[in-house]
């Protein structure tokens, strides 16, 4: 198997809404979200497969090695043999990859967020970074379209925060600020036994006003310059608050299950977005 084969095999099988959106980028663009996005999906299958944090905190090192590696010329992992020659041409630089790591050490070193600042820093590592080369990537002329993407990181991120309540409780994480819990008066053991309540959708409701201010901010801050390139970006943060207002409609029942769209629904909200430019 090739590294080109090896990437787009690991985005394929993912199942991810992103994938929905690489479909309409021409082919050099493809293969260089692909690449990129079998990046994230590696490290991130490191906190989340491994149950020993201790052999998940040496897969994270190793990870760190590689792309110093890579970047002196010397990549090893098919990943990286895929991605590093397209680097150059779009920005990517060894400083991103390094931060997306370093979002996926926090997943290692804390299961709770004392408040919004503290949980916006890890969005702004496993997310914001990604947005930023994921828009480089599609083809970025104006400065601004970095603040957008950085901004429509962190609402989809705090989509899948949202969507992932119950998934996370399982694990012992909760990713809803300690601040906020106490605002809306709901004990961690509460979520961590997956049990709601009249307070938890208050809180849930909280989460949701958040990001959807996040993806009109995020909106209203593209450029118009680069509104036809970001296209794919706009297709997954269709995808995304699709699926957070499906989340609403069921009235946040988040802890014993994982709403999602249908392939079927993400691929015609992709068309419908390329088709509207919006």
């Not at 969005?123 to 429509?152: D, K, M, Q, S």
Request: with cysteine; aromatic share 10%; hydrophobic share 45%.
């Amino acid at each position: 198997m090739t590294p080109e084969q090896y990437v787009q095999d690991k985005a394929a099988k993912s199942g991810s809404s992103f994938y929905y959106a690489f479909m309409f980028l021409p082919p050099p663009r493809r293969a260089a979200i692909t690449a990129f996005y079998a990046f994230c999906r590696e490290v991130d299958d490191v906190v989340d497969e491994v149950s020993d944090p201790g052999v998940a905190a040496t897969k994270l090192a190793w990870w760190r090695k590689e792309v110093a590696s890579a970047f002196a010329g010397h990549p090893s992992h098919p990943v990286m043999k895929a991605l590093l020659p397209l680097a150059p041409a779009h920005q990517i630089e060894a400083a991103h990859l390094l931060a997306v790591i370093d979002g996926c050490q926090m997943d290692l070193d804390q299961s709770r967020y004392l408040d919004f600042a503290g949980l916006q820093r890890y969005c702004h590592l496993v997310a914001g970074i990604v947005g930023e080369v994921a828009a480089n990537i599609f083809g970025r002329t104006e400065p601004t379209t970095v603040t957008y993407a950085h901004r429509l990181g962190q609402a989809m991120q705090l989509t899948n925060i949202i969507r992932d309540v119950g998934d996370d409780a399982r694990r012992g994480r909760i990713y809803l600020p300690v601040s906020e819990l106490k605002q809306f008066d709901v004990k961690a053991q509460e979520v961590l036994n997956r049990g709601y309540s009249e307070r938890f959708t208050a809180l849930m409701k909280f989460q949701a006003e958040r990001a959807h201010r996040l993806y009109d901010e995020a909106f209203a801050l593209l450029p118009a310059a680069d509104r036809s390139a970001q296209k794919p970006g706009l297709m997954m943060a269709n995808i995304y608050r699709t699926l957070l207002r499906e989340i609403e409609a069921a009235n946040f029942q988040v802890l014993h299950q994982r709403t999602s769209l249908t392939p079927l629904r993400k691929l015609w909200i992709a068309v419908r977005t390329n088709w509207q430019g919006r």
